[in-house]
């Protein structure tokens, strides 16, 4: 599949997974890469490629990267993401990569990017999973990730908060103090890695909302609520994206 401006164009990996690209227009300009979250167990359509069109109006490529159709556990999973990030680094039109992960895909975002941090500019994480910590961890997702290989030290390895460094990239972190599925303690934790680290973060932490809010609109609404229902209890919740498109705009040294 392929367009100029509004159609994907489809990039097959050696596994089942794969990545889409909306192409803006044939110049080098920044992309923003989506990983959506799913527990590690799927790429949730809520957090795909509608978060992709909602930084549509910023002049950047975008892509989707679907990682769960082949499900690699750790560390092939970011062995397969170091393969999708030098795709990219490597294609001509494309300049810096902002990596956008929620949930699960925002404990992948942060992952790769103690790993690959030449390749990432800047992070974007929306309630993202990151700590083992027993009293916080999302263990549903750090078993999926690990396997049946679910270990003390394994935990450790993919519990971020402990592997991040002053190389980390600039990063933006949202999530709301009610999310019952993904505590915000994991954000707490990380935020607090990150200054240790003097790591440029920003997080807004909003005091209400549920888990997997993605961009707070009426395309992304909860099954077990209207749409105006949806929008009255967490709608104001959307002006994280558009501070979030400030974040990416702004010159961070």
């Keep these: 599949?392929?367009?100029?401006?509004?159609?994907?164009?489809?990039?097959?990996?050696?596994?089942?997974?794969?990545?889409?690209?909306?192409?803006?227009?044939?110049?080098?300009?920044?992309?923003?890469?989506?990983?959506?979250?799913g527990a590690y167990k799927y790429a949730s359509d809520r957090e795909g490629q509608?978060?992709?069109?909602?930084f549509s109006d910023q002049g950047y490529h975008q892509a989707v990267y679907y990682y769960r159709e082949t499900c690699h556990i750790y560390p092939d999973i970011h062995l397969e993401a170091k393969s999708l990030l030098?795709?990219?680094?490597?294609?001509?039109?494309?300049?810096?990569?902002?990596?956008?992960?929620?949930?699960?895909?925002?404990h992948f975002a942060a992952m790769i990017a103690t790993h690959y941090y030449d390749l990432i500019d800047k992070v974007i994480l929306c309630y993202p999973v990151i700590t083992a910590n027993p009293r916080y961890a999302h263990m549903d997702s750090l078993k999926n990730l690990l396997g049946?290989?679910?270990?003390?030290?394994?935990?450790?390895?993919?519990?971020?908060?402990?592997?991040?460094?002053?190389?980390?990239?600039?990063?933006?972190?949202?999530?709301?103090?009610?999310?019952?599925?993904?505590?915000?303690?994991?954000?707490?934790?990380?935020?607090?890695?990150?200054?240790?680290?003097?790591v440029y973060v920003e997080s807004h932490l909003y005091p209400t909302g549920r888990h997997a809010l993605s961009v707070v609109t009426k395309e992304v609404c909860y099954p077990d609520m209207t749409e105006i229902e949806f929008l009255d209890a967490y709608g104001y919740i959307h002006d994280w994206v558009r501070l979030a498109k400030a974040f990416l705009k702004r010159g961070i040294k």
């Design 1 to 37: 599949m392929f367009k100029i401006r509004g159609i994907d164009m489809k990039y097959e990996l050696s596994s089942k997974n794969y990545y889409e690209v909306t192409w803006f227009d044939d110049q080098k300009r920044d992309l923003v890469l989506v990983l959506p979250g």
């Design 86 to 106: 030098s795709n990219l680094k490597n294609h001509p039109k494309v300049d810096r990569i902002f990596v956008i992960g929620f949930s699960a895909g925002g």
């Design 148 to 198: 049946s290989d679910v270990n003390t030290d394994k935990l450790e390895e993919v519990s971020i908060e402990k592997h991040i460094h002053p190389l980390f990239p600039p990063t933006f972190i949202m999530h709301s103090m009610t999310d019952q599925s993904v505590v915000v303690e994991n954000s707490l934790l990380l935020i607090e890695a990150l200054k240790a680290n003097a």
């Design 50 to 54: 509608v978060v992709a069109d909602t």
